[in-house]
């Protein structure tokens, strides 16, 4: 999908965030026991048959909807190659990884980013999760003003020794844990960036991994990941496979979403309205749904009466 070239560049709000995740499964129960037991959500049944992942008192993180008919996306599909829930502290995701243990559900890794630590798992449909925790922003590394990243082994022994002599960890996630960021499989890393940083207004923040690239609203390290490593030149999964239905990026207040809703059109790209968001998908098929939290459509209905 090439873009119009009549796009104005612009940045994104600052204050920019990654709202909720919406997947499509295949074992609903199934499901809500990994995310339940394995991550330490809490589930909610919505009226239309979806299921509502959140901490205690908190929005949904992930919304899932059963398919079990569903068709599996291609091995080099575009598509989710994992949301990534952000925990208040270390000791937090010392507890993620015990909580993972004692739910018998597999690690698929542990790595040290330098700006984070992370530990990376799957739900039962393949579906990538990761759970990290981030550094200080003043000890995130530079060179020549750069942000720096890497990929190295996390020392899960000092990760747990954050413990202490706790015998047990909580059931739940911690309250303030939210969607970091989440990281797509695209076909085109050129194409991408043209719409995440061209249009949208995402920066660029590292572009130091191979096939890779990594963008963020107000200087964090990343909201959005990017990469072509299983995905180079695919196509978008069939309709309504298993994976990752939509996510959403949530503007601080209306008018900046308008200044970001504007950049779209111009863009000449399609846009569904989907309540009071807006749904619009990247050029590799990935389903970007564009609105403001909650508490900010709240404000705005209230100084409008």
Not at 77 to 103: F, M, N, Q, W
């Amino acid at each position: 999908m090439a873009l119009s070239s009549s796009t104005a560049k612009a940045a994104i709000h600052p204050d920019t965030t990654v709202g909720t995740v919406r997947l499509t499964v295949s074992d609903l129960d199934r499901a809500r026991t990994f995310y339940e037991d394995a991550v330490g959500l809490s589930a909610t049944e919505l009226e239309d048959g979806v299921l509502a992942l959140a901490t205690d008192a908190g929005r949904a993180l992930i919304e899932l909807r059963e398919a079990p008919a569903a068709p599996v996306p291609g091995p080099r599909a575009t598509g989710l190659y994992h949301l990534a829930i952000l925990v208040p502290t270390r000791r937090d995701l010392a507890s993620a990884l015990v909580r993972l243990a004692e739910a018998g559900w597999p690690s698929h890794g542990a790595s040290d980013h330098l700006v984070s630590e992370a530990l990376y798992s799957s739900d039962p449909d393949g579906n990538g999760i990761e759970i990290y925790r981030d550094r200080p922003w003043d000890q995130w590394p530079r060179a020549g003003g750069a942000l720096q990243m890497s990929t190295l082994p996390l020392d899960l022994r000092s990760v747990l020794a954050e413990l202490g002599d706790a015998a047990c960890v909580g059931r739940l996630a911690p309250a303030g844990s939210r969607i970091g960021h989440i990281h797509l499989q695209v076909a085109d890393l050129r194409d991408a960036e043209a719409f995440y940083n061209g249009v949208l207004g995402f920066e660029v923040m590292v572009r130091g991994y191979q096939g890779a690239l990594f963008l963020s609203a107000g200087g964090y390290h990343h909201h959005i990941g990017l990469n072509t490593w299983h995905s180079a030149g695919g196509s978008p999964p069939g309709p309504g496979s298993f994976g990752l239905r939509s996510f959403e990026v949530e503007l601080p207040d209306e008018q900046e979403l308008g200044r970001v809703l504007a950049r779209v059109q111009a863009a000449g790209l399609e846009i569904q309205q989907t309540g009071s968001r807006s749904l619009v998908r990247d050029p590799s098929g990935n389903a970007v749904v564009l609105g403001v939290p909650p508490a900010a459509q709240a404000r705005s209905a209230g100084t409008e009466r």
